[in-house]
């Protein structure tokens, strides 16, 4: 007796899999949705489950046309040039007794079966995340799925709601506002920031942002420049290197056109020396470099070769948060050779969620100085700000 069972993720998709394995004649014998662990719970996976066998006859509840019978002459003869339909051989029936006793078993079975991994899933979350398990208090629990829902990695969740409840009396496991304040300074403390640049009048500060193509190094740039031209009225001038990309120099000019600031153009680190020498007498320079792959090495050196030419005396990465966390990692271990002193991150107004920033930040051991959210100049960028952040990241009024 051939019985076989299959999961899927939809009624639809489970019979289709009955179909390609069986046959269109299989008969399905038993179907169910699946409850899950606790595992599958918490993710909302749903599953179906369809026990079908191609040799078991189970009759059907419709009553069956009368085949027409054969002609003289046998099965399959023809009458006038018409062929017959040959008669469908009918498998024989098994005993009722049989049957009960067939699906008794299976159904002990299958339940032996359920059991068993129904154990072995709450076994694995309890080892993995003893802080999600099933005596979580609800407010440990809202807090966590808060954290996930900000895209804050499952690890750094468990570890902050795991330092909660030890940190916490008993009493106050039941009091929700008292146990988010914590976690908000929590986070607060994983986040590490510069606050503004800090330019003197009379001293000359040289300023350069580096970083993978796209994540808006030149806008960027054109913001700080506006911000501290225009608003702290200090003398700014620009240095762009990118001179690969199409219409990045002409970009970057019409910015300068427009905030009245003077502009150079550098190709080669004897042209940077020259560039730093005429712009010495402003408060502040910034430059502006092309695009590099963090997988390109040799166009990594080139770029340390340049900021070593011009004595850049900060060099902040620029980074989109639109990035998946592993990206990002990637991308700062090899722009580490050029000197990092701070991080920028990018198109907050198009990230779904900002709970990366703090596994970012806690690996790379870099603050944070400037975040941007959208693309008008001079507007849309502002210093790193702790509560802010935090806010944002927990979808919190920042007012409140």
């Known amino acids: 007796m051939d ?24 008969a ?19 599953q179906i489950e369809v026990t079908a066998s191609a040799t078991v006859h189970v009759p059907s509840r419709f009553a069956e046309p009368l085949e ?3 002609p003289a002459g046998g099965a399959g003869g023809e009458v006038c040039g018409v062929r017959a339909p040959v008669q469908r051989r009918e498998t024989a029936p098994i005993p009722p007794a049989d049957q009960q006793s067939f699906r008794d078993q299976f159904r002990d079975d299958l ?53 909660l409840r030890h940190g916490a009396a008993p009493g106050d496991l039941e009091d929700a506002v008292l146990l988010k304040a914590r976690l908000v300074r929590m986070i607060e ?18 300023v350069a942002l580096v970083g993978p193509t796209g994540v808006g190094k030149t806008t960027t740039i ?12 200090r003398r700014v001038g620009l240095i762009t290197v990118d001179t690969y990309r199409i219409a990045a120099v002409e970009q970057l000019r019409t910015y300068a056109d427009i905030i009245d600031l003077p502009m150079e153009v550098v190709a080669t680190p004897r042209e940077m020396r020259r560039a730093v020498e005429r712009l010495a007498n402003l408060d502040l320079i910034l430059m502006d470099t092309a695009g590099r792959s963090p997988r390109d090495e040799l166009k990594i050196q080139e770029l340390r070769s340049l900021l070593a030419e ?11 948060s639109v990035n998946s966390l592993e990206n990002l990692k990637k991308t700062v271990r090899q722009f580490a050779d050029v000197g990092v002193t701070a991080i920028v991150v990018t198109k907050l107004d198009e990230a779904t969620g900002l709970g990366t920033l703090l596994p970012l930040l806690r690996s790379c051991r870099l603050p944070l100085s400037y975040v941007t959210h959208g693309q008008n100049v001079p507007d849309d960028i502002a210093a790193a700000d702790r509560r802010k952040l935090t806010r944002s990241i927990l979808g919190i009024d920042a007012t409140s």
């Open 68 to 70: 027409a019978a054969a």
């Open 111 to 163: 339940r032996c079966q359920l059991d068993g991994l129904q154990s072995m899933v709450e076994d694995l979350c309890q080892r993995r995340a003893p802080a999600t398990g099933p005596d979580l208090p609800a407010s440990l629990f809202h807090l966590f799925t808060d954290l996930i829902d900000a895209e804050v990695s499952e690890e750094l969740a468990r570890e902050m709601i795991d330092r």
């Open 310 to 320: 011009a004595g850049a005396d900060e060099v902040h990465l620029v980074l989109s």
């Open 28 to 46: 399905v014998l038993h179907t169910r949705e699946l409850r899950g662990g606790l595992l599958q719970r918490l993710l909302g996976v749903r």
């Open 222 to 233: 054109a913001k700080l420049a506006g911000n501290f031209h225009l608003r702290e009225r």
């Open 189 to 206: 403390a994983e986040l590490q920031v510069t606050g503004p640049l800090r330019v003197t009048p009379g001293h000359r500060r040289l």
């Open 3 to 26: 019985v076989k069972t299959y999961r899927a993720r939809s009624m639809q998709e489970a019979l289709q899999l009955v179909r390609q394995d069986l046959g269109s004649h299989a």
